[in-house]
């Protein structure tokens, strides 16, 4: 009898507890439990390594970056973090900021620029703006994306900053703004010059930030030619010239950068951005990156795995009016991988369960994880997809009392 009334009081205490905890919130101890619990298929919480090579190709490029515009996955990465000469594709920094302020109302395309003495003896490429003339500022856009002139490129930095160094210290600023945290500006042309330098990273991100920023501008990027003066020059960009859907930006050259190339391929619903710097003559530039785009759309896809709003799985709640919530993405979840990888793909939903109640609608809750061979761990949050209040005090005090004497099989 003594044994049995221990049990009974312990059983009482046991129930007093669970009365307890339902009505003032879980304690510590039952909320680490609920963390302890083994999640539903837990990942790993280390950090995703953000940036992979995730494909066995090189390059006789000195510096490369190939990338999925849409994913962000990095394909290529050759010394991508070293700085490097960008000679003329540090244009389309300029450019930038020029589309930055035609946007702003603080330009127009047909306001008209003067050319000074300066602009018109700056040396290198050139539109050959003649000295004491007016020029439309779509005009001198056009010489400095198309025809590459340096001079088209001060006529603007002095008629909308009043000054080049002026115009220069707009680009560091900007370029600081947009995040490209390996790049400084020393002039509008790209000629060498110690403290003008870029990375391929801050290249790729610089076009695709053109591209989604100014897309009522970047059209210029894709045109082959353009007449100024009577004098007619064709884009320098080998990719332009190829039916394989490339529409930008921008190439560069002088003795100490090589033969360099900035370039945007648009095809099958996907954008590949690819930066290449050190190449030895115009040809090699030519020929690397037409394989090299090649490659990219041949050996790597992007594959759907859920689009906004789709149920993803189930969370396990505590203390909730329902006894589960569904789980979905807040946008369509898109990953890039080597097209020979996905038939090894996992796809694994990751969160601490059971979740305690209330949820609201939106919250995230844990996330999808997806691996493959050849690829960097991916992975995107889960919401809930509805919102699910908290039991009152007596289905706590049930739900609380029902866990401890039954346990999980309840």
Known sequence: MRLRWFYTIAGAAALALAAFVALTGPSSAIAAKAKLA???GKAAAAPVAPLP???????????AMIIEAETGAVLLDKGAEERMPPASMSK???AYVVFDMLKQG????????PVSEHAWRTQGSKMFVPIGARIKIEDLI?????????????VLAEGLAGSEAAFVEKMNAKAEEIGLTGSHFADVGGLPDPNHYMTARDLATL???TITDFPEFYHYYGEKDYSFNNISQGNRNPLIYRDIGADGLKTGHTEEAGYSLLASVHRDKRRIIMVLGGLPTMKARAQES??????AFREFNNYQLFAAGDKVDDAELWLGTEAKVPLTVAKDFLVTMPRKSRKDMKVVVAY?????????????IGKVVVTAPDMAQDEAPLIAAAHVDRMGPLGRMAMVAARLIWGNRH
């Open 38 to 40: 083994a999640p539903h």
């Open 53 to 63: 090579i995730i494909g066995p190709i090189d390059t006789q490029a000195t510096h």
């Open 92 to 94: 389309v920094m300029t």
């Open 106 to 113: 603080r330009a127009k395309l047909e306001d008209e620029l």
């Open 142 to 154: 056009r010489g400095v994306v198309v025809q590459s002139g340096n001079d088209a490129c001060v």
């Open 207 to 209: 076009a695709l930030r």
């Open 290 to 295: 037409e394989r090299l785009i090649e490659w």
């Open 352 to 364: 601490d369960k059971p979740v305690p109640a209330p949820i609201r609608k939106g919250q995230e």
